[in-house]
């Protein structure tokens, strides 16, 4: 049923930042179920977590407000954070530091591998994509 050109069935849309903090939840949900559920896929059990770190990444940063290149900070910080395993430095505080720091290096990373990148590429392409369908202006429908 119509009322003054609203279809009085359809909820009213969620606010942008609400939206974006339940997909925060959604992929850090996902990111853990994808560390603790392994199916004997690596594709699946080692990419899908970091696919999903970078969209939680770009989530954070898209909430902060700070810039509109999203895609484009996001796909800097991880490759800084990629980079920064090279130095050996995430390992070694993983093994040798107190639990706060070792989380903190898990977190981080402490191998550098190429394919993580490629992961966090799709990651970041994958929530681009639903950002812009997300920020589109709905479509008009046409009544004929």
Do not use: C
Not at 116 to 132: E, F, K, P
């Amino acid at each position: 049923m119509q009322i003054g050109g609203q279809n009085q069935n359809v909820p009213p849309p969620i606010p942008p930042r609400r939206l974006w903090l339940l997909l925060l939840a959604a992929v850090i949900a996902a990111g853990l179920l994808s560390r603790t559920l392994h199916t004997g896929q690596p594709l699946l059990d080692k990419y899908l977590g970091d696919a999903l770190y970078a969209a939680m990444v770009y989530v954070l940063i898209r909430l902060t407000a700070l810039t509109t290149r999203v895609a484009l900070a996001t796909a800097l910080l991880m490759t800084a954070i990629e980079l920064f395993q090279l130095t050996a430095i995430p390992a070694a505080l993983y093994r040798n530091g107190p639990l706060p720091v070792r989380l903190f290096a898990r977190l981080l990373g402490t191998h550098f591998s190429p394919n993580d990148l490629l992961a966090y590429a799709a990651g970041i392409a994958a929530i681009a994509t639903a950002d812009r369908a997300l920020s589109s202006p709905p479509r008009q429908q046409v009544h004929r």
